[in-house]
Nanobody, 127 residues
Framework: QVQLVESGGGLVQPGGSLRLSCAVS????????VGWFRQGPGKEREGVSC????????NYENSVKGRFTISRDNAKNTVYLQMNFLIPEDTAVYYC????????????????????WGQGTQVTVSS
């Protein structure tokens, strides 16, 4: 049984930083493309970032490029999301995903998860 446990969320002021962690069990993480999604108040869930299992290449949603960094530690079966220069629009529940894929068409990068979800961790950016 695959389990994902996110942690690291909280309340932070605009311009601050947070580091999210996702501990995965039940699978060997190095075989999976993993990533992060988020769902803001009154919004649909959207992709934030995916990282490849083969070459470590990462894709990012446009609004987080240059501010967020995804990484993985396969030895610890853990995925991270370092979030810097946070803005109120980043307020959301952040979810870890175990089969994160992207598709670029029409000038837009679409994110999909074909695997499992974690329970989410709340990130609130507010002064």
């Amino acid at each position: 049984q695959v389990q994902l446990v996110e942690s690291g969320g909280g309340l932070v002021q605009p311009g601050g930083s947070l580091r999210l962690s996702c501990a995965v069990s039940g699978i060997t993480l190095d075989s999976y493309d993993v990533g992060w999604f988020r769902q803001g108040p009154g919004k649909e869930r959207e992709g934030v970032s995916c990282i490849s299992s083969s070459d470590g290449r990462a894709n990012y949603e446009n609004s987080v490029k240059g501010r967020f960094t995804i990484s993985r530690d396969n030895a610890k079966n853990t995925v991270y999301l370092q979030m810097n220069f946070l803005i109120p629009e980043d307020t959301a529940v952040y979810y870890c995903a175990t089969n994160c894929q992207t598709y670029y068409t029409g000038g837009y990068l679409y994110f999909f998860n074909f695997g499992s979800w974690g329970q989410g961790t709340q990130v609130t950016v507010s002064s």
